[in-house]
């Protein structure tokens, strides 16, 4: 912190008060401790540096510390001085006249809210792995050793594409446990999903062209088309997966395809085999590239893994994605695109153009993790962990969810959806009622990618909550869901989302 910049600034604004030294600094400094300029836990200068500073007695600078610790904004120690927890009063901002989204695109008026920060946090919150049983000690020595092993060179931009051993450790890995075709020269290192949506979204497709993306949906594949600038075209989802009609590939032929083929975002469900076969063949017919989304599919609890979808056909047309967000830690910020061969040269001409470079201790410990075989042993502790965590859910869910709502995609991943049997439930309400409690999930019907959507329910996240809490939190959950079906019942005949009845091919009747 430059104080004397602070205390400055702060003297040239109330100059015509004509305080004394003394008053000015304390009022100085208790002003930028109570707007949150000098946060709390900051170490104050020490009083003989910062009289030096501001070439003023240390007397001076004593009587403002004294001050501010008989306020209590700072608290000393054997080191110091030091800013005090205390809540900060920020100034209202004013109102613009202007409307408030006044000069923004109109991609970024079309943009969803997201989830501040305490929606990200309680019980049942989705995408958010069992943080605590990461085997961070382990972690904490391929970092150092990754740190060590570094040469020169490689404190200098890095590789856009990724570090080489990265690129085909990961390989290997998707070869051996996901069916995926590729060689390293094919996996491109991005900071996440959705870095890696925005990369195949702007390099696969020219502004207008159409993209198919499942109803019920993922937001942020929704957020990458709009900011792309794609004609986004919601195709509903069955118990079966993505289900296109022959009059969408006739009336609104895609140039990109997202799917999340082996645990639908939000609601679960499974792409079939048949219609994996499917998709690929009319995509290849249409002149359409596939984003397969695989965000979670390492963890499958009944029957045997799937194999992606782009190991299913010779030179699919398909775009591999993955993340170590949900396998590791969600601030590791690493995930990966798998291209077709054919693709690779152009992809990896286009990164060096605009990708970010760096962050190579973090890829060779990454490396050296799956290398090891330590990203498997920690995988298997984490598939028996979910599954068991998953069955405490499901069980509490059908003793007192099961005459409201039903379950589904609890197979595979880490969150499963609840979906209710009476339409007219409010799940935004409930959302809202159940963070008033702790408890921080997410409503289904936020999630559509063509008008309304009839699906009605909420997302469930079980991978952070530890089975034995499971039965409590659900009743409290299953508390506020009873009232609102209650008051359903109360204001008229119930109508049910089943009513909407959707054709065997998937479709909505309407």
């Known amino acids: 912190m430059d104080f004397s910049l602070l205390v400055n600034g702060y003297e040239e604004q109330h100059r015509h008060r004509n305080w004394p030294r003394q008053r000015m600094l304390h009022e100085c400094l208790r002003?930028?401790?109570?707007?949150?300029?000098?946060?709390?836990?900051?170490?104050?200068?020490?009083?003989?540096?910062?009289?030096?500073?501001?070439?003023?007695?240390?007397?001076?600078?004593?009587?403002?510390?004294?001050?501010?610790?008989?306020?209590?904004?700072?608290?000393?120690?054997?080191?110091?001085?030091?800013?005090?927890?205390?809540?900060?009063?920020?100034?209202?901002?004013?109102?613009?006249?202007?409307?408030?989204?006044?000069?923004?695109?109109?991609?970024?008026?079309?943009?969803?809210?997201?989830?501040?920060?305490?929606?990200?946090?309680?019980?049942?919150?989705?995408?958010?792995?069992?943080?605590?049983?990461?085997?961070?000690?382990?972690?904490?020595?391929?970092?150092?050793?990754?740190?060590?092993?570094?040469?020169?060179?490689?404190?200098?931009?890095?590789?856009?594409?990724?570090?080489?051993?990265?690129?085909?450790?990961?390989?290997?890995?998707?070869?051996?446990?996901?069916?995926?075709?590729?060689?390293?020269?094919?996996?491109?290192?991005?900071?996440?999903?959705?870095?890696?949506?925005d990369l195949c979204m702007r390099a696969l497709a020219d502004e207008g062209d159409a993209i198919w993306i499942e109803n019920p949906?993922?937001?942020?594949?929704?957020?990458?088309?709009?900011?792309?600038?794609?004609?986004?075209?919601?195709?509903?989802?069955?118990?079966?997966?993505?289900?296109?009609?022959?009059?969408?590939?006739?009336?609104?032929?895609?140039?990109?395809?997202?799917?999340?083929?082996?645990?639908?975002?939000?609601?679960?469900?499974?792409?079939?085999?048949?219609?994996?076969?499917?998709?690929?063949?009319?995509?290849?017919?249409?002149?359409?590239?596939?984003?397969?989304?695989?965000?979670?599919?390492?963890?499958?609890?009944?029957?045997?893994p799937l194999h992606a979808m782009q190991g299913l056909a010779p030179d699919a047309p398909v775009l591999y994605l993955g993340t170590f967000s949900k396998t590791m830690f969600p601030?590791?910020?690493?995930?990966?695109?798998?291209?077709?061969?054919?693709?690779?040269?152009?992809?990896?001409?286009?990164r060096e153009q605009s990708a970010p470079r760096g962050r190579v201790a973090e890829q060779l410990a990454l490396a050296e993790f799956l290398r090891s075989g330590q990203f498997l042993v920690h995988l298997r502790r984490m598939r028996r962990l979910y599954r068991q965590r998953r069955d405490a859910l499901v069980a509490a869910l059908q003793t007192h969810?099961?005459?409201?709502?039903?379950?589904?995609?609890?197979?595979?991943?880490?969150?499963?959806?609840?979906?209710?049997?009476?339409?007219?439930?409010?799940d935004v309400a409930i959302v809202e009622q159940a963070q008033e409690h702790g408890i921080a999930v997410n409503a289904l019907s936020t999630h559509a990618t063509r008008g309304d959507l009839e699906w009605r329910g909420l997302m469930l996240g079980y991978a952070q909550v530890p089975a034995e809490q499971m039965e409590g939190l659900v009743k409290q959950l299953a508390a506020l869901i009873h009232l609102a079906a209650y008051a359903a019942n109360r204001s008229g005949s119930i109508k049910t989302p089943y009513q909407h009845a959707r054709t065997s091919s998937g479709r909505s009747r309407r």
């Open 31 to 197: 002003a930028a401790i109570r707007n949150g300029t000098l946060a709390a836990g900051t170490r104050l200068a020490a009083s003989r540096a910062l009289a030096e500073e501001l070439g003023v007695a240390r007397n001076t600078v004593l009587y403002a510390y004294e001050q501010l610790a008989s306020e209590g904004l700072v608290t000393t120690d054997r080191r110091g001085t030091v800013v005090a927890a205390v809540t900060p009063v920020r100034a209202r901002r004013r109102r613009a006249a202007a409307a408030p989204l006044a000069g923004l695109s109109q991609r970024m008026r079309e943009l969803r809210p997201v989830p501040g920060p305490a929606e990200r946090m309680g019980a049942f919150v989705p995408g958010v792995p069992a943080l605590e049983q990461f085997p961070m000690t382990l972690w904490r020595r391929l970092m150092e050793r990754a740190l060590r092993s570094m040469t020169v060179t490689q404190l200098n931009y890095g590789d856009t594409a990724g570090e080489p051993l990265l690129r085909a450790a990961i390989a290997d890995h998707l070869r051996a446990s996901r069916g995926v075709v590729c060689e390293a020269a094919q996996v491109f290192i991005t900071d996440g999903t959705q870095s890696s949506l």
């Open 217 to 304: 949906g993922y937001g942020g594949a929704l957020a990458a088309a709009r900011a792309a600038g794609l004609a986004v075209h919601g195709i509903d989802v069955d118990d079966d997966g993505m289900a296109p009609q022959a009059e969408d590939w006739l009336l609104r032929p895609p140039r990109l395809i997202y799917t999340t083929p082996s645990h639908q975002y939000p609601i679960g469900s499974v792409l079939s085999l048949r219609r994996r076969l499917a998709l690929i063949e009319a995509a290849r017919a249409a002149g359409a590239l596939i984003i397969e989304d695989d965000y979670d599919s390492e963890f499958r609890h009944d029957g045997a």
């Open 331 to 350: 601030s590791l910020r690493i995930g990966f695109v798998v291209v077709p061969a054919a693709l690779a040269e152009a992809f990896a001409q286009m």
């Open 401 to 426: 969810m099961g005459s409201v709502a039903t379950v589904h995609g609890g197979t595979a991943g880490m969150h499963l959806s609840l979906r209710f049997r009476d339409a007219r439930i409010d």
